[in-house]
């Protein structure tokens, strides 16, 4: 399918730029509003939350966006700064015909982003997206004044994801006596993260938490989980929990200054899990490192690889009527909790594992050994079939035949750049970058 704007996470670009503008916020609300009326015909006026993080950027696209849809016919409910799994779970709680989210995510401040959920919590089916964009080719116009979307703010929106985010917490437990230091980034969770952990009774030292418009990710989030160890080590804190700035994804560092990424929180949630309800399978990606499914394959848990990114995660879950998946850039889906990726909730799951059982994070994922991963990019000239390259599959056979059961290769053109990622998981970092090394060689 050929796309001009939505890419595999909305629309993203940097302010200013062909896409992140008032105008083509506005004619792409107008878009949106357009399809959704007809999809919402003889059902009453559609309504649409919008939802953002706390770049400068951020007030101009939701008056842009807020115009579009009125002007399309569709109520408008602004929640102000709050995650973007919230805008899920509210526009899924609400009833609304869909979800709007203006953030970029780990980005920079100057780039922003615009993304879609349906009204059932998930991201917008690829269809309806190939509608939107359709429809952005029509003159923008605008209906008449009795028939105009109507807008107003919500003021529990915060309030309301709070609850809800401790309501995926088991209630026969709390965070009582645990002192944990939560980095919100600077970003959309950062009068939210905080409240939660404190109302489980944690007791909670913020940092992230002070947005200017300009220091989202700014040295402060899952992006620079190393500030965040230091503030463990200095308040003497059991846990750092490190979210990004659209809080979709998570970090846990323990109080030895240990980080825990993706795949070992995702191993953490599985082995809780487990001991609970059967695990009919895990869904990771191309990048999952080759630990996790070797320990999950010890544990008789069919494991399967999506496309790199929390979409295509989700997507195969469904498709094989999962629960449990994620990134090892610390995207968690745990539908059982969420109809989306949370860093908030998959924290919580993480933390409900440990409470049950009474354990620190290290035993509890001791059975989990992660590989190293080495990985060299190397550049390509545009329309080069890579894939025949009869020097680089001889040496990719060779490899995998010298790791066999103890290692994995992964070649794949990257998406932004004229480059090949060519990355190898082995015992040791010294057989990876040996590896990986005979891969790049054999382009010449």
């Not at 309301?160 to 917490?169: L, M």
């Not at 965070?175 to 939660?196: E, K, M, R, T, W």
């Not at 750092?240 to 700035?245: C, V």
């Not at 094989?320 to 998959?346: F, Q």
Request: net charge negative.
């Amino acid at each position: 399918m050929n796309r001009k704007y939505f890419g595999t996470d909305g629309v993203r670009g940097e302010v200013g730029g062909r896409v992140m503008n008032p105008q083509f916020a506005m004619r792409l609300g107008y878009a949106a509003g357009r399809v959704l009326v007809k999809n919402h015909e003889g059902k009453g006026r559609p309504a649409v939350l919008i939802g953002k993080d706390t770049r400068i950027s951020g007030y101009m696209l939701e008056s842009a966006m807020e115009a579009g849809f009125a002007s399309a016919g569709v109520d408008v409910l602004l929640a102000g700064p709050v995650p973007t799994p919230a805008v899920a779970y509210l526009t899924r709680a609400w009833r609304l015909a869909a979800g709007v989210v203006i953030s970029a995510s780990h980005n920079p401040y100057f780039d922003n982003g615009i993304k879609f959920f349906s009204a059932n919590g998930n991201k917008l089916p690829d269809e309806v997206e190939l509608m939107i964009e359709a429809a952005m080719d029509e003159p923008l116009d605008c209906v008449s004044s009795d028939n105009l979307g109507r807008a107003r703010r919500i003021d529990d929106a915060a309030g309301r994801y709070i609850e809800f985010c401790k309501g995926t917490f088991g209630s026969d437990l709390d965070l009582s006596g645990l002192a944990l230091v939560v980095d919100a980034a600077n970003g959309a969770a950062y009068h939210i993260a905080p409240h939660v952990f404190r109302e489980l009774g944690a007791l909670v030292h913020p940092i992230g938490v002070s947005p200017n418009g300009f220091n989202i990710n700014d040295g402060v989030g899952a992006l620079h989980p190393e500030n965040l160890a230091q503030a463990v080590r200095e308040k003497g804190a059991d846990f750092g929990i490190a979210l990004d700035g659209d809080a979709d994804r998570v970090f846990i560092i323990d109080h030895e200054g240990r980080l825990y990424n993706g795949d070992e929180l995702l191993f953490a949630v599985v082995r809780e899990r487990m001991m609970r309800v059967p695990v009919a399978g895990v869904v990771g990606t191309l990048m999952t490192n080759f630990g996790l499914e070797r320990a999950l394959s010890t544990l008789q848990i069919p494991f399967e690889r999506a496309k790199v990114g929390d979409r295509y995660v989700l997507e195969l879950l469904k498709a094989r009527g999962w629960v449990l998946g994620g990134e090892s850039s610390g995207h968690l889906l745990c539908l059982d909790c969420h109809s989306t990726g949370d860093g908030i909730v998959a924290a919580l799951q993480v933390l409900a594992a440990l409470r049950r059982h009474r354990s620190s994070m290290a035993e509890w994922v001791k059975d989990l050994t992660m590989l190293p991963q080495v990985m060299i990019n190397v550049p390509i000239a545009a329309g080069v079939d890579w894939q025949s390259h009869a020097g680089l599959q001889q040496a990719k056979a060779q490899v995998q035949a010298q790791l066999g059961q103890f290692g994995r290769v992964l070649i794949r053109a990257s998406g932004t750049e004229p480059k090949l990622r060519l990355m190898v998981e082995a015992e040791s970092e010294a057989v990876a970058l040996a590896c990986t090394q005979k891969l790049a060689d054999s382009l010449g």
